[in-house]
């Protein structure tokens, strides 16, 4: 244990680490803080970049830079009411009607001071759910791994915030695409359509960056400009901390356990966990109706919550390779790349890298204090840089970066042809994390599906038969016709309460 | 780019059966009852189901919440252009950032990395409101500033093309 942990800090004490780390965290803060380029966008066009460093560094890039991102979002949302990322958004209004009060110091050093301590809980998380289950997954069979990619795929459809028939049909898109090319049951070309270029498959990484950064920038393309930010003097942003800590300590853990919890869950990330920690803080509070009017509970409790999840929704990656998040589908597909191909004998195999990756995302919450503060007080000038000198980056960015993938044309036909899709898709709200989900997932759902179908000769029973599968496949229909029941029963009560009316 | 359900629900199952279809016709591998046509085979007809669902509304009303969500504030407050062709052509903007990524698939071996590059930049520049005191240095700059993190220090084969960078 002292010795992995002794193996760990020799890896991550290289130069390469830390200036990797430190030029990841200032690229996070920029990223997330500009209106429109969300945390998922800054990790996906980190990934050509990733290719070039050795595996520790290349983590650590992908941590530093998403912890910062989400954390940075907070900055114009409370300045301009406009979140930097969709992360931010849940408590974007609370958080300017503070600004509005005169307490935007308050506001933003809640925001730095309960994402890093909710970054901390996540770790701890990690490390404390990660080797137990590990041991548990040592035992799974096909079956069992069937289940739980159904299972993974079912939650992200379960938690889009859009009609579930749209989410699960955007999850099969993502199966269908990851259909394509001859890595199959059967070695057999399908649906390549006689082109070369089909014949590996659709890879993740490209597809990820249209989905995310070319749809952004045509999105941008039909939206006005945000308004500039205001110069203004900040006082002390750490003052009062403390205080708040003390006083809401119930709040900030619960949005800890909250944040945690939906991270594990997969295709669930941090933009949810602070919906639903926001929702939770106004329900549970002593004061509810100071809520909306700048009020710092439900940003503790939010706060707290969407980095927290941002850790654990590592769990499952690193674990299954299973993604929590649409930010953990990206890191996956770098871990393959790595040659740490995520399972649970990762924590036996590479013990001392599992214990980097936790002492990297320790590092990085504890950096993000002094350079959050930092952000804080330059933001008005770096949101002073016009979206028409920001967009045309980023296409260059994604053009360059899809190429660098496979130095293969391809990639960039995939960026832009996805960009299209997921541009169309939200458009019609149909989730774009589901598909995403579909694609990193497609392979191996489809492996452990026909390889368990070969092992029962055709029969489903066994599918039933051992009983962690057993628990699973209850988990995974229950996910399934979890609508159908939220459906019936919004057809049944309108009709009792009409019922009674008449009565 | 907003189409009506019964649009996007239809293509569904379109999409879905021409799978299902693509998954039948695969030759069976010999001395496997399972092979790679059944994943198509299941995913298309999941597919076309959902398709069939969106098509008739189910599932509509878990949408509502939806369009309270800004994800940009000021989204849903998109200026509105004059006249009912000029709206249809302003919407078209939107195809100009994958119409340029396949114009630098076209273009980068022939011109290079340099000169396809700032044509870009100008263009989605210009697009979003750029003046051409801003968006002409920025096109002249930012290649190179490309070129030099990608092409030199990650050592991206870019196509050197006419304009060869100096370094």
Same mark, same amino acid.
């Given at each position: ?42 990790? /996906? ?58 307490? /935007? ?202 980095? /927290? ?191 009674? /009316?008449?009565? | ?167």
């Amino acid at each position: 244990m002292l010795k992995t942990l002794l193996d760990a800090f020799a890896l991550i004490s290289t130069w390469e680490v830390i200036i990797a780390m430190f030029a990841a965290s200032v690229y996070g803060l920029v990223i997330g803080s500009l209106p429109g380029l969300s945390a998922t966008m800054a990790t /996906a066009l980190l990934v050509p970049v990733t290719f070039y460093l050795s595996p520790i560094a290349a983590i650590a890039t992908i941590v530093a830079a998403s912890s910062m991102a989400i954390f940075s979002g907070d900055i114009p949302g409370a300045l301009l009411r406009i979140p930097g990322t969709p992360a931010s958004a849940a408590y974007a209004d609370e958080a300017y009607a503070m600004t509005r009060k005169g307490q /935007a110091e308050l506001a933003l050093g809640a925001g730095v001071w309960f994402s890093a301590i909710g970054g901390i809980a996540g770790v701890l998380s990690l490390m404390i759910l990660a080797p137990p289950l590990a041991e548990i997954a040592l035992s799974f069979s096909t079956y069992e791994y069937f289940w739980l990619a159904l299972l993974g795929l079912m939650c992200a459809t379960l938690v889009a915030r859009s009609s579930p028939v749209k989410a699960i049909a955007g999850m099969f898109l993502g199966l269908l695409v990851s259909c394509i090319g001859i890595e199959n049951p059967g070695g057999v070309p399908r649906f390549t359509f006689g082109l070369t270029d089909l014949f590996g498959g659709i890879e993740p990484i490209p597809a990820l960056v249209g989905v995310f950064a070319v749809a952004q920038v045509m999105r941008a393309m039909l939206t006005p400009e945000p308004p500039p930010l205001p110069r203004r003097k900040f006082g002390s942003i750490m003052a009062g901390q403390w205080k708040l800590t003390k006083q809401y300590h119930w709040q900030m853990t619960r949005g800890n356990i909250v944040g945690i919890i939906i991270g594990v869950l997969p295709g669930a990330g941090a933009d949810m966990a602070a919906w639903v920690s926001y929702a939770m803080s106004k329900r549970f509070s002593k004061e509810p109706e100071k809520f909306g009017t700048g009020h710092v509970e439900g940003l503790v409790e939010a706060g707290a919550s969407n980095n /927290a999840s941002i850790a654990s929704g590592w769990v499952p990656s690193l674990l299954f390779g299973i993604p929590g998040d649409t930010i953990a589908a990206i890191a996956i597909g770098v871990l393959y790349m790595k040659g740490l191909n995520p399972g649970p004998t990762l924590f036996t195999e590479k013990a001392s890298s599992m214990y980097a990756i936790y002492l990297m995302f320790i590092i990085a919450n504890i950096m993000m204090i002094p350079l959050g503060i930092v952000m804080i007080r330059v933001a008005a000038y770096i949101l002073l840089a016009p979206r028409s000198t920001v967009m045309p980056i980023i296409m260059l960015c994604c053009a360059v970066g899809s190429f660098a993938i496979g130095n293969n044309m391809f990639g960039v036909v995939t960026v832009a042809a996805f960009g299209v899709i997921g541009y169309v898709m939200e458009a019609n709200g149909y989730p774009v994390a589901a598909m995403v989900l579909g694609i990193v997932m497609g392979t191996m759902v489809e492996q452990a599906f026909v390889t368990s179908l070969i092992k029962s000769d055709g029969s489903i029973l066994p599918f039933f038969e051992r009983p962690v599968a057993a628990i699973l496949a209850a988990m995974a229909i229950g996910a399934l016709l979890w609508p159908v029941m939220v459906w019936a029963w919004r057809k049944v009560k309108p009709a009792q309460t009409a019922a009674a /009316a008449s009565r | 780019m907003r189409l009506p359900d019964s649009v996007t629900g239809s293509f569904l199952v379109a999409l879905g059966a021409a799978a299902a279809y693509g998954g039948w016709i695969l030759p069976p591998v010999p001395g496997q009852p399972v092979g790679p046509n059944v994943f198509p085979l299941v995913i298309g007809s999941g597919l076309a189901l959902c398709g069939v669902a969106i098509v008739f509304g189910i599932g509509h009303s878990f949408e509502e919440e939806e369009e309270l969500i800004p994800l940009e504030d000021g989204q849903a407050a998109a200026p509105p252009p004059q006249g009912r062709l000029e709206s249809k052509l302003y919407g078209l903007r939107a195809l100009l950032p994958p119409a340029l990524l396949l114009f630098y698939v076209l273009a980068a071996d022939r011109l290079g990395f340099i000169i396809t590059a700032a044509i870009m930049v100008y263009v989605t520049s210009t697009a979003l409101g750029a003046k051409w005191k801003l968006a002409l240095p920025l096109a002249a700059l930012s290649p190179f500033a490309i070129h030099l993190i990608f092409g030199k220090l990650l050592r991206v084969p870019l196509p050197a093309g006419l304009l060869p960078t100096p370094w």
